[in-house]
């Protein structure tokens, strides 16, 4: 059973620095795509970052140069992904998400919802002035 287990999140005031990271066991996708998401107070979820197997990336135009997605392949088959936030605003506080599908191209876009099979329980971001 795929599971993904997201690390705890956090308060931190205008602009510092939060490092999230989700933990995926048993992808058996020959290839695949992660990705991070968020649902804002009150707003609907978005697609944060996306990186695929073979390690390109695409952000949202609201967390370029601030956000870094990157992975770690364990010889175990588990995948921890991370999710470094820097200059954090007020606007990034939010509820985040990890995902987890198969292989499709990020360069271009970051994947809809609709494309991933399976989601972390998400983890509490809250930034305060």
């Known amino acids: 059973e795929v599971q993904l287990v997201e690390s705890e999140g956090g308060s931190v005031q205008t602009g510092g620095s939060l490092n999230v990271s989700c933990i995926i066991s048993?992808?058996?996708?020959?290839?695949?795509?992660l990705a991070w998401y968020r649902r804002p107070p009150g707003k609907e979820r978005e697609g944060v970052a996306a990186i695929d197997k073979d390690g390109h990336t695409n952000y949202a135009p609201s967390v370029k140069g601030r956000f870094t997605i990157s992975q770690d392949r364990q010889d175990s088959g588990k995948i921890t992904l991370y999710l470094l936030m820097n200059n954090l605003q007020f606007e990034d506080t939010a509820m985040y998400y990890c995902?987890?599908?198969?292989?499709?191209?990020?360069?271009?876009?970051?994947?809809?919802?609709?494309?991933?099979?399976?989601w972390g329980q998400g983890t509490q971001v809250t930034v305060s002035a």
């Open positions: 048993e992808l058996r996708y020959p290839g695949y795509t």
């Open positions: 995902a987890a599908g198969p292989y499709i191209p990020v360069s271009r876009m970051i994947p809809p919802a609709s494309w991933f099979n399976y």
